[in-house]
C-alpha cells in the first residue's frame, strides 16, 4: 500500500517565481492537505481539499493557491516566491468519513535565491 | 500565545532511559491528539492517536492526555538511539476535516 507521495523532493527558485508542488494521497483517501514547516518549527496549516474544493485555509496570502483533481490528487501553487518562502511544505491525506488522522508525505524542500 | 506550546529541547538522554515529552495547549475545543515523530529532513511519521483523556500504550510508547490540565506527553521507554528524532505534538477538534496545529516540536537525543 503506497503511503502519501510528493514531488519533487527539492526545488531552488530565485524571488519572484512560480512554484508547482504535487502530491498524492494514501490509497483509500480522499482530502489532502498542505502544510509548510520552517526550520526549526512545527508545520503551519496552509488548506485543505476535500471534493476538489477549497474546505479550509489558514492564515496564508493568496499567493498560496491549490487545486484537487477527480483522482484525489492535489497541486499546491506559490506566486510570486519571497526569501521567506524557503521551507519544506509537506501534504497530508486522510479520509473525510472520519476515524483516521491525517498521514504525511516526505515533503518537498523549497529553497528560494 | 500560541495555541500548542511544546519546549524545543534538545533532550539528551542515555540508552535505556525513559523519556517524558510534554505539550501544553490553550484551546479547549481540541479533542483528538497526536504524537508524530520526524527524522531530519524527512516527513513526519504518527506515532500515536488519543481522543480525549487517558492513556494509550503502544509498545515501548505511551501517550496520556489530561484535558483538564490541557496537558498532554508521550512516555519512551528503554529509549534507543534510533528513538534519536523530533516528536511533534498535534492536535486538533475533529479527526480528518480540521486543520492540525502543531506544537514547535522537541528535539530528542539518545546516545549509546
Known amino acids: 500500500d503506497a503511503g502519501v507521495t510528493q514531488s519533487p523532493t527539492h526545488l531552488i527558485k530565485t524571488r519572484g517565481q512560480q512554484v508547482t508542488l504535487r502530491c498524492s494521497p494514501k490509497?483509500?483517501?480522499?482530502?489532502v492537505s498542505w502544510y509548510q514547516q520552517a526550520l526549526g518549527q512545527g508545520p503551519q496549516f496552509i488548506f485543505q481539499?476535500?471534493?476538489?474544493?477549497?474546505?479550509q485555509r489558514g492564515n496564508f496570502p493568496d499567493r498560496f493557491s491549490g487545486h484537487q483533481f477527480p483522482n484525489y490528487s492535489s497541486e499546491l501553487n506559490v506566486n510570486a516566491l519571497l526569501l521567506g518562502d524557503s521551507a519544506l511544505y509537506l501534504c497530508?491525506?486522510?479520509?473525510?468519513?472520519?476515524?483516521?488522522?491525517?498521514?504525511f508525505g516526505p515533503g518537498t524542500r523549497l529553497l528560494v535565491l | 500565545q500560541k495555541e500548542v506550546e511544546q519546549d524545543p529541547g534538545p533532550l539528551s538522554v542515555p540508552e535505556g532511559a525513559i523519556v517524558s515529552l510534554n505539550c501544553t495547549y490553550s484551546?479547549?475545543?481540541?479533542?483528538?491528539f497526536m504524537w508524530y515523530r520526524q527524522y531530519s529532513r524527512k516527513g513526519p511519521e504518527l506515532l500515536m492517536y488519543?481522543?480525549?483523556?487517558g492513556n494509550k500504550e503502544d509498545g515501548r510508547f505511551t501517550a496520556q492526555v489530561d484535558k483538564s490540565s490541557k496537558y498532554i506527553s508521550l512516555f519512551i521507554r528503554d529509549s534507543q538511539p534510533s528513538d534519536s528524532a523530533t516528536y511533534l505534538c498535534?492536535?486538533?477538534?475533529?479527526?480528518?476535516?480540521?486543520?492540525?496545529?502543531f506544537g514547535t516540536g522537541t528535539r530528542l537525543l539518545v546516545s549509546p
Open positions: 497530508a491525506s486522510s479520509f473525510d468519513r472520519g476515524g483516521e488522522t491525517q498521514y
Open positions: 490509497s483509500g483517501h480522499d482530502t
Open positions: 481539499y476535500y471534493e476538489e474544493e477549497e474546505r
Open positions: 484551546n479547549s475545543a481540541f479533542q483528538y
Open positions: 488519543t481522543y480525549s483523556s
Open positions: 498535534a492536535m486538533n477538534s475533529d479527526t480528518g476535516f480540521q486543520k492540525l496545529v
